[in-house]
Nanobody, 122 residues
Framework: VQVAESGGGLVQPGGSLRLSCAVS????????IGWIRQAPGKAREVISC????????DYADSMKGRFTISRDTAGKTVNLEMNDLKPEDTAVYYC????????????????WGRGTQVTVSS
């Protein structure tokens, strides 16, 4: 499986942005897809994930209520809707895949995209 992000850019505080992850490969639907970000000078963190089998969705506490993850029925596109963006959301956002179930550990994701930059600034 391969994953590729799109949709980053510059947005003002309080604004919204949608990131998309294109998932390719014959077995795309058996992979959980996570969104992971790395802010300047900080470690990567898993911010949201959608599991393969039951579509269970997980969010980091600081994202709940602001970010929404969704996945199409074929499992080929995973979107991350980000609302009420804050300057501290500025980061490179990656989508990444692992078999079946979500994980809160960055190291447990096997396939990574190249990342897309999100900058929140006035």
């Amino acid at each position: 499986v391969q994953v590729a992000e799109s949709g980053g850019g510059l947005v003002q505080p309080g604004g919204s942005l949608r990131l998309s992850c294109a998932v390719s490969g014959f077995t795309a639907d058996i992979y959980a897809i996570g969104w992971i970000r790395q802010a300047p000078g900080k470690a990567r963190e898993v911010i949201s994930c959608v599991s393969a089998n039951d579509g269970n969705k997980d969010y980091a506490d600081s994202m709940k209520g602001r970010f929404t993850i969704s996945r199409d029925t074929a499992g080929k596109t995973v979107n991350l809707e980000m609302n009420d963006l804050k300057p501290e959301d500025t980061a490179v956002y990656y989508c990444a895949a692992r078999h079946f179930w979500c994980s809160g550990y960055v190291s447990e994701y096997d396939q990574w995209g190249r990342g897309t930059q999100v900058t929140v600034s006035s």
